[in-house]
């Protein structure tokens, strides 16, 4: 058990439809990572959140967007969905805001979306 | 641009003998290194990690080399183990930077 919590599990929906993926950290971690893995791929960065501010951007769309709250968990907030948006979606936390040896990022199970 | 490479898709061992796991990058400001293995229905976890400072970082069983000059990293399983079936996935970080970026994965599978 790696200490992040990802809910739901699983999340069936249909197109142009609007989700939220909640991330709980470990206890003490500060920052909060998201991903998607599409099928055979591997995981892509979307956004970082440290402390309750955006950290960083990857590749996520404008559909997409993400907050992290005072008690630190974070949400990932898909909207407009498309069939091309079923994937696995990670959080990761990590006890700081850079990289490198201290700050290893430590993955939940993820969710699951399938949109029909 | 698929900045970090897992050649093989999968790999079949097995039990008592060696793995090792490919991971090819192109990103020259890369300079930190790690190996994460997920089982089905669980997210990725940590396995080991190296530094670009170093060459080889060994962890029981595991040990990561690092090729600096042909921008090449591989992860040696010894030895495997049934319950080293998994996938494997290679990342990488520029220092200071928040986001790892990952290979495709390599699906390990270790035959009694």
């Known amino acids: 058990d790696s200490g992040v919590t990802q809910t739901p599990k699983h999340l069936i929906t249909a197109t142009g439809q609007r989700v939220t993926l909640r991330c709980s950290p470990r206890?003490?971690?500060?920052?909060v990572y998201w991903y998607q893995q599409s099928l055979d791929q591997g995981l892509q960065f979307l956004i970082q959140?440290?402390?309750?501010?955006?950290?960083a951007k990857g590749n996520i769309l404008e559909r997409f967007s993400a907050q992290q709250f005072p008690d630190l968990h974070s949400e990932l907030n898909l909207s407009s969905l498309e069939l091309g948006d079923s994937a696995l979606y990670f959080c990761a936390s990590s006890p700081r805001g850079g990289g490198g040896a201290k700050n290893i990022q430590y993955f939940g199970a993820g969710t699951r979306l399938s949109v029909l | 641009d698929q900045q970090v490479k897992q050649n093989s898709p999968s790999l079949s061992v097995q039990e008592g003998r060696i793995s090792i796991l490919n991971c090819d990058y192109t990103n020259s400001m890369f300079d930190y290194f790690l190996w994460y293995k997920k089982y089905p229905a669980e997210g990725p976890t940590f396995l080991i990690s190296?530094?670009?400072?170093?060459d080889k970082n060994e962890d029981g069983r595991f040990t990561v080399f690092l090729n600096k000059s042909a921008k090449h990293l591989s992860l040696h399983i010894v030895p495997s183990q049934p319950g080293d079936s998994a996938v494997y996935f290679c990342a990488a970080s520029v220092s200071g930077a928040q986001k790892l970026v990952f290979g495709q994965g390599t699906r390990l599978t270790i035959n009694p």
């Open positions: 190296i530094s670009s400072i170093k």
């Open positions: 206890s003490g971690d500060l920052s």
């Open positions: 959140y440290y402390n309750g501010e955006e950290r």
